[in-house]
Every structure is written in structure tokens, then in C-alpha cells.
């Protein structure tokens, strides 16, 4: 039945494929003598079925070695050649070829969607690295505009700032010293030379006094001196220092005389 079948179908395949009459007999008796292999084949396959065994690890062992010496028959064996009718090979060389270019077109095909696929996915991935790209840019561009204000601000605030500082300073500089010239009109006022009874006293009193300083004159030559040079902040006394004045100004501990040198004195640390 099955070799009636494959007949047919082969006979059909060589009427379609238009081959000639004695190459359609030739590919019939080679299916002829491949059938009359084949049940010889099954028939000593048949035969040499060993019995059925309840030992199943000797019909186990017993299979491999069938199956061994198979294979070894097998690799023994040299394949047979096609057919020499140049027919019947031309058919097979356009059914071999035309089966390999189906396969060719269905690789092609998987490897265009294939493709497609990675190049959507790149003008995507493109898409998405230009967004990031222009997010940067814009992130620091907006950061070095925060920057350059925040110095610009701190610049300016702590300049503002400073000048505040010091028109305060100014100001309680400007009181202070209004404060002290109130309080040294009041207490110290200016030397006074009509107590002398002697005219010739009175005269040389009133050169000596021309040339005297007043004690607020004194404590800003000593603030002066203390400011401008700290590492030297003595002052030499001399003539237009009044000596009660700065005898008051050391009994007070407003001044400090020299250590080796008892006509400088300085104005006394008060931190």
C-alpha cells in the first residue's frame, strides 16, 4: 500500500516536472530497489528482536548493544550516489535550490524585521538622548545663571552691608565724640589765666596757654596714635601737654606711661 502510494507520487512529481519517459522509469525502479532494501531491512530487524525479558536492566543492556552495533553498520557504510540521468539531477538541483532560496527569503525576511526593529529603536533611543542633550543644556545654563546672581548678590549685599557698618560706626564714632566735648566743656573747661596777680606772670601764663591743647585734644592725639600705628602706640609728651591734664589721665588709668621712658605715654587697652 505505502509503496503503491510513493509510486504515484513520484510519478505524479515527474509528470509535473516534465521528465521524460525513461527518466520516470528510472526513478521508478530506484524506488523499486530502495523499498526492496527496506523490507529486507525490516524483516531482519524482525528476526533478530530478542525475546521479551523481565529483566529490564538486561533488555537495557541488551538494546544498547543492538543499537551500537547499528550505528557501527551505519558509519560503515558508504552513501550511495544520485543517479547518473542528468534529468533526473537537474530536478533535484532546482528542487534543492528552490527549497533553499524559500529558506533564503524566510532568513531575509526575519533579519529586514529585524531590521526595522533596531532602527526604530535607535531613531528612538536618538530621539530620547537629543531630549536629554538639550535638558542639560538648559540645566546649566540655569544653574550658571543662579551662580553668577548669587555672586553678584552676595558681592553686593555684603558691600551694602560693610558700608552700613561703617556709617554706623561713623555715627557712633561722631556721638561718642560729641558726648566727650559735652562732657570736657562741663567738667575740664579750657585753662583760664586771670587768677595771676603779676603782670609779667600773667603775660608769660597767657603765651604758655596759647600753646597749650585742650584734654579732648590730647585723648584724639592718643586714640589717633593707637589706631594709626598699634604696634607703637606711644606719644611723646611735650609742651602743649598740660601735665595736670596728664596727671589726671594716669591717676584715672586713662593713659599708661612708658615703662623706660617717662615723657611718652599711651592710651590704655580697654579689651
Known amino acids: ?21 525513461a527518466a520516470h522509469l528510472e526513478l521508478l525502479e530506484l524506488c523499486e530497489e530502495q523499498f526492496t532494501h527496506l523490507e529486507k531491512l525490516q524483516n531482519e ?23 551500537e552495533a547499528e550505528l557501527k553498520q551505519w558509519l560503515s557504510v558508504e ?20 527549497k533553499l532560496c524559500s529558506e533564503l527569503e524566510m532568513v531575509v525576511s526575519c533579519y529586514e524585521a529585524k531590521r526595522d526593529k533596531l532602527k526604530e529603536t535607535k531613531e528612538l533611543e536618538q530621539k530620547w538622548l537629543e531630549e536629554k542633550k538639550k535638558v542639560l543644556v538648559a540645566v546649566t545654563n540655569h544653574f550658571e545663571r543662579l551662580k553668577m546672581e548669587k555672586e553678584k548678590f552676595s558681592g553686593h549685599s ?10 554706623k560706626m561713623k555715627a557712633y564714632h561722631e556721638k561718642l565724640m560729641e558726648t566727650l566735648g559735652d562732657v570736657l566743656e562741663v567738667h575740664v573747661p579750657l585753662l583760664q589765666n586771670e587768677t595771676s596777680s603779676s603782670k609779667k606772670k600773667k603775660n608769660i601764663e597767657q603765651e604758655i596757654s596759647e600753646d ?12 589717633n596714635k593707637a589706631l594709626e600705628t598699634p604696634h607703637d602706640p606711644y606719644v611723646t609728651i611735650d609742651h602743649t601737654f598740660w601735665p595736670p591734664y596728664v596727671e589726671m589721665l594716669l591717676r584715672h588709668g586713662i593713659a599708661v606711661r612708658h615703662q623706660e621712658n617717662n615723657f611718652k605715654i599711651r592710651l590704655e587697652n580697654f579689651f
Do not use: H, W, Y
Not at 2 to 13: C, D, K, Q, S, T
Not at 45 to 52: K, N, R, T
Not at 158 to 167: A, F, N, R, S, V
Open 79 to 98: 552513501p550511495s550516489l544520485l543517479p547518473s540521468n542528468s534529468e533526473i539531477l537537474l530536478q533535484a538541483g532546482k528542487e534543492e535550490m528552490l
Open 1 to 21: 500500500m505505502l509503496r503503491a502510494e510513493v509510486e504515484e507520487r513520484a510519478a505524479g512529481e515527474a509528470a509535473a516536472a516534465g521528465l521524460s519517459e
Open 212 to 223: 597749650l591743647i585742650s584734654l579732648g585734644d590730647i585723648l584724639e592725639v592718643l586714640m
Open 45 to 67: 530487524i524482525i528476526l533478530c528482536e530478542p525475546e521479551f525479558s523481565e529483566n529490564l536492566q538486561e533488555q537495557s543492556v541488551n538494546g544498547l548493544i543492538a543499537t
Open 158 to 167: 555684603i558691600l551694602l552691608d560693610t558700608k552700613e557698618k561703617i556709617q
